[in-house]
């Protein structure tokens, strides 16, 4: 009798498929309607206060490059990059909607992005295939950095960068449940490594990740990767409080960075 084939393990984690839902609800409420505006920037900026790259200067030149956007998202930061050159660029996410408006602004700015429906721990491409992974507020904080980081090592080429922006430990450690980012310590950062959330109300749960800065050092070393830069980002003096992501306030985020930028190279 033939062996029956073993079948490949589909079945998201729990956490994916709530954070899928809850970033559905996202897409319908506001990143479907910002998309465009994000599309057809002319100048890459980064997280909540649109840091400006062109002053950070944190970024590889992208030129003639293979791209993956883990956690893409509506694909803005990816279509900068396909702008700057880049020669492939591949978003992948696990929503359905937040695809479907990528979609749509790849067809209408004709910058032809490739897009995969998946869970970014577990990428349904070939490895060494790609010279830059990153991630801003996708996987980097939507997924297990234990499975992603180690993803993202399998995907790039030797010599390729992992470049990625997440909340900085501090904003975690400082950020209660249901209230936005105080001044006192909350949290044990001992530990630290998932929170869930409950969305707006009415809504449903979402889980991020977070490790610490030594956690997250040790597993990109662990994993291959030496770490050639960190950015701890503040809201600059002119940046006013986000239209929609309430959680942080301008005012806090002058005083502490509430955002961090992670680049290594994988050896
Ligand atoms: C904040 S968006 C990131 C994209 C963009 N840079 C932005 O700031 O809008 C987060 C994206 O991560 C995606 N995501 C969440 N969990 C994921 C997972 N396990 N695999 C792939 N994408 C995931 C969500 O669907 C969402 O589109």
Redo the contacts with the bound molecule.
Sequence with gaps: MPEKKKKKATTLPGY?VR??AS?TVSNAEY?AGSAHDSWAAKRITWGVWKVPEDEIKVLPDVRGLDVIE?????A??GAWLKKRGARRVVG????PA?LATAREMNTEFGLELEFIE????AVPLPSASFDLAF?????SI??DPYLWIPEAARLLRPGGELLFMRNSTLEILCSPDDAVVGEKLIRPQKGMHHNTWQDEEGGGKSTVFHISGSEQFKLLRDTGFEVTDFREIFAPVNAVDHPYYKWTPVEWARKWPNEEIWRARKR
Excluded: P
Excluded at 118 to 121: K, L
Excluded at 135 to 139: V, W
């Design positions: 994916v954070n899928r970033w990143t883990l956690g893409c998202g509506t803005y930061f992948v996410d696990i929503t937040q998946a869970n970014a721990e991630s801003e507020y996708g996987a939507w997924c």
